[in-house]
């Protein structure tokens, strides 16, 4: 199963913020040696080598991360490949998007704190930064359970659900662990921005509010 590059984007709708709608064509690979050549090969199978090939490719630079499929438009007729001998299903398909925005507001879980600041996660962005520069009045505090807090008492810790103001964003192509990522660095530096909650159900959820 294999996935080929967009050969076309046809639009990008922005939804709301920071979600778009985009309709891309892509080619799906099939391995010629796993067909039947005596029956059409089901829709159903393309499908979901789509849906395989774009969760592992999880996102790209132009689009953001692939939420999901929305609608299926065509698929085309297969052909084989002369270099890899498999067969290529031209598919067209709108999918839901994700890319984080400098200056938009995020909700995201703190993972790991650190003298220097919090890693915080956000829906599909899984490295968020968030500087003790950029948390004002927050005070760091050593202990077994390391935390931030500030004049008031609010509490930086694990598992807070904190909500941050995009500060930079920067696309990763393969760095080390990181690879597809989007790398956001996160501020509290404005109004109603914080700690929210110590407890969530789901981070793509928090993406939503």
């Known amino acids: 199963m294999f996935l080929f590059p967009s050969v076309s984007r046809v639009y990008a709708n922005q939804i709301a913020g920071m979600f778009c709608e985009v309709q891309l064509i892509r080619e799906v690979g099939i391995p010629n040696q796993t067909l039947d050549r005596t029956k059409p090969v089901p829709y159903s199978l393309i499908v979901k080598c789509l849906l395989r090939a774009l969760l592992s490719e999880k996102a790209n630079k132009d689009h953001g991360y692939f939420l999901a499929v929305t609608f299926l438009e065509r698929i085309g007729e297969g052909k084989i490949s002369g270099d890899t001998d498999d067969v290529l299903f031209p598919v067209a398909f709108n999918c839901r998007t994700f890319i984080p925005v400098v200056g938009e507001r995020l909700r995201g879980v703190v993972f790991k704190v650190h003298p220097h600041g919090v890693f915080v996660r956000c829906g599909p962005v899984k490295y968020g930064f968030l500087s003790a520069q950029k948390m004002p009045n927050y005070r760091y505090v050593r202990g077994k359970k390391p935390l931030f807090v500030n004049n008031d008492l609010s509490r930086i810790e694990d598992n807070v659900v904190i909500c941050f103001m995009v500060l930079s964003v920067r696309w990763v192509d ?36």
Not at 193 to 206: I, K
């Open 174 to 209: 393969k760095h080390m662990d990181f690879e597809n990522e989007f790398m956001v660095l996160a501020s509290l530096v404005g109004d109603f921005l914080g700690p929210v909650s110590s407890t969530y159900s789901d981070e793509l959820d928090l993406l939503m509010h």
